[in-house]
């Protein structure tokens, strides 16, 4: 079992969801999150003066899949994030050692 990690674009959020479900991931958690990689912030004009936002905002989709659904998930996020622009995010992948379903107990890929 892998965890799926990705940093996205707040506005491609609806895109991944559709495709993560389209590829049969069950569920996903998202926080809304902030900060920067190459993309080094942007300045913006308030009130006639000018600041650095150095944090961006992003969105941080999880969602848990089985070895066999690996691939799948992570060809649904890439095709649906990427803009072509710097910024795009980046997806990280971990494994999983143990899952379990509080509610009912069950184990590992059982629980997803």
């Known amino acids: ?3 799926i990690t990705a940093i996205i674009r707040p506005f491609k959020l609806d895109d991944v969801r559709g495709a993560l479900t389209e590829a049969g991931v069950s569920g996903i958690t998202v926080t809304e999150v902030k900060g920067f990689g190459r993309q080094k912030g942007h300045t913006e004009l308030y009130r006639g003066a000018e ?3 150095d944090f961006l905002p992003k969105l941080k989709v999880e969602c ?3 070895d066999a659904m690996l691939e799948a998930a992570l060809e649904a996020v890439q095709s649906n994030a990427g803009t ?3 910024g795009d995010g980046k997806i990280f992948v ?3 050692e143990q ?3 509080i509610r009912t107990g069950e184990l590992d890929a059982d629980a997803l």
């Open 1 to 3: 079992m892998k965890l």
């Open 51 to 53: 600041y650095v936002v």
């Open 64 to 66: 848990a899949v089985t």
């Open 84 to 86: 072509g622009k710097v």
């Open 94 to 96: 971990t494994a999983i």
């Open 99 to 101: 899952v379990i379903r």
